[in-house]
């Protein structure tokens, strides 16, 4: 499982938003300031759709398996999915695009360079500054 995991990372390191993201070093250094409620809330609801998503649909559909009731899966899936990109969508506008940008560089940089530790001895791990 780990080196497929960094085969993925190696795979998504070459895409030009990912690759920016790892040479650039995003970070969350734009956040130093104090956010208004509106930065915050869009923030929020961009994090929280990413976790209304998949996530969320795999559980609908063990919960349809657990009472063997397909259309639990069938009709809350793509309902749930697009509840959660009406969420991203809201999180968008609310917080900006600068800061919506700035928070998935930073959550891409994060993921990628994690898919490809799968790929490093324990030696090197340790040699990783912190996210």
Known sequence: MGIFLYKL??????????????????????????????????????AFSFVMGWPAIGALGGIAIYFRQPWIAVIGGPVLYGLSHLCFLGGMALSGAKYARILLRWFARVWVERLLSYGLVPSEIEELPPC
């Open 9 to 46: 990372g190696l795979r998504l390191s070459q895409i030009r938003f990912f690759r920016s993201a790892i040479d650039g070093k995003a970070d969350l250094r734009a956040f130093d300031g104090r956010p208004t409620l509106r930065v915050l809330l869009g923030v929020f609801m961009i």
